[in-house]
């Protein structure tokens, strides 16, 4: 629970998490945590970022929405990167930006065989 939010730093990151559960464990991490359906989230704040890092659901369409959603949080000239499920990097996704894939990784997630692929996305200024 946090897994990337661990990795940044906490003073300049806002987490958005819909399970009461990981809000808690992320707190108690020290990690600033909005507890929100991220999608409705995404549409009503008026918050924009330099730097997007996500890892959105991988069921039923959620990666591209989210994805989408995300993109509208970026500022102009700012990035974003995102775990995404494999078949995501040959979609036409964020049209105008910049961006590259990574290669399919397999064992991402313990007890998973899901194969991701990471996006790195570029807004233009």
């Avoid at 049209?95 to 990784?105: I, K, T």
């Amino acid at each position: 629970m946090g897994g990337l939010a661990d990795l940044m730093p906490k003073a300049q990151t806002t987490c958005v998490e819909i399970s009461p559960l990981h809000c808690r464990v992320m707190e108690a991490k020290g990690h600033n945590v909005i507890e929100a359906d991220f999608l409705a989230w995404a549409y009503v704040t008026a918050q924009r970022f330099d730097v997007v890092v996500m890892n959105p659901p991988f069921s039923e369409g959620r990666p591209v929405a989210h994805l989408n959603a995300a993109a509208e949080l970026v500022k102009n000239g700012g990035r974003l990167a995102a775990i995404l499920p494999v078949g995501s990097d040959r979609k036409k996704l964020l049209p105008g930006w910049d961006y590259s894939w990574s290669a399919p990784m397999e064992g991402m997630f313990a007890g998973t065989s899901v194969r991701v692929v990471r996006l790195m996305a570029y807004k233009p200024e």
